[in-house]
């Protein structure tokens, strides 16, 4: 099992509509979720991060946690084509002192007109 | 704002050659990252440094080797470079290991 999934896609959502992009990962003791957008070409790009369940809201951008059923999302409002990335999903799986993120392989977002 | 920059953006390297791959800082973080990412497989881990001529073995560290002598550069090094290490390289890196990572622009390496 992979320590981080995440759905490649493409997911196609048109202008204006709200993209959901889900991401679930192994580790129960994972403590800190970070969601990165990369486009084509260039190197990921930090969106948000979140550490505590729930909702935290940044602009367009909504990071939601549930760290009982192991996945962390991320809401994009009002989709722009600009938007049109992959996005990443990063996990601190918090195994000591020297753990590390651990990458999701992304998932395509293609916002449509 | 943080800065990380890499020696090259593209390059193009004979198999067997020795190759350097450099990345710079400004943000005197303690922790640098070296990272590939390949289609289908995202971003694998090779080395990472928590300080000056410490390093550990990421996820795909056969092939590689590391070199971290002042805090703000991390250099990859392709020992002899071969074709399946044809790829993105990208450096990143954080104030605490578990934190906030940031990217350089990466480099695209062929090996022919």
């Known amino acids: 099992q992979k320590e981080v999934e995440q759905n490649s896609g493409p997911l196609s959502v048109p202008e204006g509509a709200i993209a959901s992009l889900n991401c679930t990962y192994s580790?129960?003791?994972?403590?800190?979720f970070f969601w990165y957008r990369q486009y084509s070409g260039k190197s990921p790009e930090l969106i948000m991060f979140?550490?505590?369940?729930g909702d935290k809201e940044d602009g367009r951008f909504t990071a939601q946690l549930n760290k009982a059923s192991q996945y962390v999302s991320l809401l994009i409002r009002d989709s722009q084509p600009s938007d049109s990335a992959t996005y990443l999903c990063?996990?601190?799986?918090?195994?000591?002192?020297?753990?590390?993120?651990?990458f999701g392989t992304g998932t395509r977002l293609q916002v449509t007109l | 704002d943080v800065k990380v920059t890499q020696s090259s953006r593209y390059l193009v390297k004979r198999t067997g050659e020795k190759v350097f791959l450099e990345c710079v800082q400004d943000m005197d973080h303690e922790n640098m990252f070296w990272y590939r990412q390949d289609p289908g497989l995202g971003l694998r881990l090779i080395y990472f440094?928590?300080?000056?001529?410490?390093?550990e073995k990421g996820d795909i560290p056969e092939g590689y080797s590391v070199s971290r002598e002042k805090k703000e550069r991390f250099s990859l090094i392709l020992e002899s470079a071969s074709t399946n290490q044809t790829s993105m390289y990208l450096c990143?890196?954080?104030?605490?290991?578990?934190?906030?990572?940031?990217f350089g622009p990466g480099t695209r390496l062929t090996v022919l």
């Open positions: 990143a890196s954080s104030y605490q290991i578990t934190d906030t990572q940031y």
């Open positions: 979140i550490y505590s369940n």
């Open positions: 990063a996990v601190n799986p918090n195994t000591g002192t020297a753990s590390k993120l651990t």
């Open positions: 440094s928590y300080d000056v001529k410490m390093k």
């Open positions: 580790d129960r003791g994972s403590q800190s």
